[in-house]
């Protein structure tokens, strides 16, 4: 398989000295139906039954208690799809594995020691659709990015993202499955961390792995820290990974904020928040990065596609 550049880890603030702002195209995604609610941390669409869906989290700007919708374009606009099922999770993803939709997103609930704090999870669902999800699996508490994705052997690769002890801030662990009834909290723990990635005071994690043609693992993800004076700063970030051998590139930064549109912030400290939802790769040689931006809506960019260089 393809031999993968890596050097040394590298910080957000390396990162950005090598990134190139350039002119892309950008738009606001305009959602309807919610009320006042925002809807930000959306998928990239996907086909549902017949017609493209988006899944997003909505939320009241001073909450963090956020239920998932599923949206359809009508008008130019996207709506609630009628009859869909609502859920209560924040951030979702989905995937294909074996035919099947598999969706995720983050369950908030009561801290276990700690009064008046939250704790949270990845919760796993899977159906033939929308509508016949049902749940199959939850991650460590404690965890979100946990992703999954069905390789070229048919065996299952699970991105997780431990914090604490292990993962510190968060970093990113690999580890593969042969099949959706293996996944179990056991296993997630158990996944190696990828080395070199992270430093400690910084942290990341994967939002959408891609199957690259060359049956590397494309991996679309955020890179994140804090600046002095404590305000959050979420950058879009791309790597390739050797789902054999565990080897993985460089990343590389493909977004920052300000190429973005000018918009609300859920709060001052999120303002320079790029959440990487998903990338659809097109035939042309570009792709549509669909981002959550300050917390409080969801634009999409098209770009150059930045997995191109891992196949090449």
Not at 84 to 98: G, H, N, S
Not at 101 to 127: D, K, M, S
Request: proline fraction near 5%.
């Amino acid at each position: 398989m393809t031999g993968l550049q890596k050097g040394n880890v590298k910080t957000c603030e390396q990162l950005l000295q090598e990134f190139s702002v350039r002119s892309v195209q950008v738009e606001k995604i305009r959602f309807s139906g919610v009320g006042e609610k925002d809807v930000y941390n959306i998928t990239a669409p996907f086909e549902d039954e017949g017609e493209l869906v988006i899944a997003g989290r909505v939320e009241a700007r001073d909450s963090e208690h956020s239920q998932v919708y599923f949206f359809v374009e009508r008008g130019g606009q996207w709506i609630p799809r009628e009859n869909a099922p609502v859920f209560e999770l924040q951030d979702p993803f989905f995937t294909k594995i074996a035919s099947e939709l598999v969706l995720g997103g983050v369950q908030i609930f009561p801290h276990a020691t700690l009064a008046g704090q939250l704790g949270w999870r990845t919760v796993l669902y899977r159906g033939k659709s929308i509508a016949e999800l049902t749940e199959f699996a939850k991650g460590p508490n404690g965890m979100k990015d946990l992703r999954l994705i069905e390789l070229k052997d048919g065996t299952i690769g699970v991105l997780t993202r431990p914090q604490g002890e292990k993962g510190g801030r968060g970093k990113i662990g690999w580890t593969r499955i042969s099949s959706l009834a293996e996944l179990s909290i056991e296993v997630i723990n158990k996944a190696p961390l990828l080395e070199g990635q992270f430093i400690d005071e910084q942290w990341g994690g994967c939002n959408e792995p891609h199957l690259l043609a060359n049956g590397l693992v494309g991996v679309l993800g955020h890179i994140a820290n804090f600046d002095t004076e404590g305000n959050r700063h979420y950058y879009p970030m791309v790597f390739a990974l050797d789902p054999d051998t565990g080897e993985i590139s460089d990343m590389k930064l493909i977004a920052v904020r300000s190429q973005f549109l000018p918009g609300p912030a859920k709060r001052p400290d999120l303002i320079d928040v790029v959440f990487s939802g998903g990338l659809v790769r097109q035939a042309d040689g570009n792709a549509v990065l669909y981002a959550g931006i300050s917390d409080a809506e969801a634009q999409k960019m098209i770009l150059p596609d930045p997995f191109l260089q891992y196949e090449r």
